[in-house]
Nanobody, 117 residues
Framework: EVQLVESGGGMVQPGGSLRLSCAAS????????MTWYRQAPGQEREAVAG???????HHADAVKGRFTISRDNAKNTLYLQMNSLKPEDTALYYC???????????WGQGTQVTVSS
């Protein structure tokens, strides 16, 4: 059974940092691209960053230069380092199997990130 479990969310002040983690199990993690999505209240889900199985990455313009996606295949874990956080980054962040595939059947439960003073 495929499982994706996010952690690391929380409340932080503007300008602060957080690192999200996604622990993957039930499939060969190293063979798959992975993507972080987020959804703010009342808004549609949007892709944040993706990483291929070869660790090639793409970051959305809204987070480029502030967020960094990475992976540790030995630990079956996906990461999202978030720096210089802004209030508009407040959202539920999801780990998804696949390359920017919003139709993916495999989503984690999400971890909440709140940026507020």
């Amino acid at each position: 059974e495929v499982q994706l479990v996010e952690s690391g969310g929380g409340m932080v002040q503007p300008g602060g940092s957080l690192r999200l983690s996604c622990a993957a199990s039930g499939f060969t993690f190293s063979s798959y691209s992975m993507t972080w999505y987020r959804q703010a209240p009342g808004q549609e889900r949007e892709a944040v960053a993706g990483i291929t199985h070869l660790s090639n990455t793409h970051h959305a313009d809204a987070v480029k230069g502030r967020f960094t996606i990475s992976r540790d295949n030995a630990k079956n874990t996906l990461y999202l380092q978030m720096n210089s956080l802004k209030p508009e980054d407040t959202a539920l962040y999801y780990c998804v199997r696949g390359w920017f595939d919003i139709r993916s059947a495999y989503w984690g439960q999400g971890t909440q990130v709140t940026v507020s003073s």
